[in-house]
């Protein structure tokens, strides 16, 4: 296919002036002569094939003329089965997308700061570090009474040892976000150790996100599928 020639007379329906585009045979055709040629569009309330092609391979059993609005009630669905959020799958798009906004979960991957600094009550983070393993549930702490950073968020084995602390930019965005209705827990994704012997042990931490709305056991589900799944990674 050549560029578009800006004006002349098509190839197809011999009429000028017309915008021209060069078809495979070499013909230069008009918008009109085109569309001819390509036969009708598909209509735009359906799903395009890619889109059906995926719900497909997701396991749902659709037609080839399905409607783009089921098509996104299903993607919900998808969303919501990811997120272990159960679903009545006769509800309408509208209800499927409240129930995905009220129990809004998700997580991603920070990095622990603080780690080579001793706590405050003299034990080494260290030595704390070296005992705790990949999958290991952690929470987090407002420390109002930081004397360095005043937005300090400490990150706290359950056991009450502190790792250390979220980066300002994570620390913000938690103390921010608890203030809106957002619950935050974290997990140790990997310890990182880059075997040269004196080197600091560094932690891989996974930030876990959820609005207060969730429901708790979808909650506590999620967890415990992450924890699960850095466990066995390691
Ligand atoms: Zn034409």
Redesign the pocket.
Known sequence: MGNPKPKGI?D??G?SP?TLTQIESGQW??V??LREIRGPQRPKHLATPEQIATLRKQGFDVSDDLPKAEYRRLTTMITLRSRSVPFNSSATLEELEELEYRNYINHRSVNLAGVSHNNRDGTNRQQIIRRCSAGELLRLKAEDDNPVYPNAVAVIRLNGEQLGYLHSEEAEEVRKGSQEGWLYAAIINKILDDGVKGHYLGVGLILVYARSTADTAIIKEHIANLIRKYQEAH
Do not use: E, Q, V
Request: charged share 20%.
């Open positions: 098509c197809g329906c009429k017309r055709i008009c009109t002569c």
